[in-house]
């Protein structure tokens, strides 16, 4: 499953469809499938540089609900 998440988000951030990374990574969340950081971060930043705060941050408390295993940064622009 980590493989197919980890070629999965990156293509859907380059594709521009934030819709289904962002529903990949609640599957991530959900399942408690062990990605790498940086991919989801990077789903993160592209949520944030195409205007969708909210979701941005849903995928931060969902990192961080029950412990939390990711630290991910919420970057205000692609630039930080």
Same mark, same amino acid.
């Given at each position: 499953m980590k493989v197919v998440y980890s070629s999965l988000l990156?293509?859907?951030c380059k594709a521009g469809d934030l819709e289904f990374a962002l529903e990949l990574c609640k599957d991530i969340f959900t399942k408690r499938i +062990?990605?790498?950081?940086?991919?989801?971060?990077?789903?993160?930043?592209?949520l944030v540089k195409? &205007? $969708?705060?909210?979701?941005a941050e849903e995928i931060v408390e969902l990192?961080? $609900?029950?412990?939390?295993?990711?630290?991910? $940064? +919420?970057? +205000? &622009? &692609? $630039?930080?």
């Open positions: 990156p293509a859907m +062990l990605v790498d950081e940086a991919i989801v971060q990077e789903v993160v930043d592209a195409g &205007s $969708k705060q909210k979701e990192a961080n $609900k029950d412990g939390g295993y990711f630290q991910f $940064k +919420l970057r +205000l &622009s &692609s $630039k930080e």
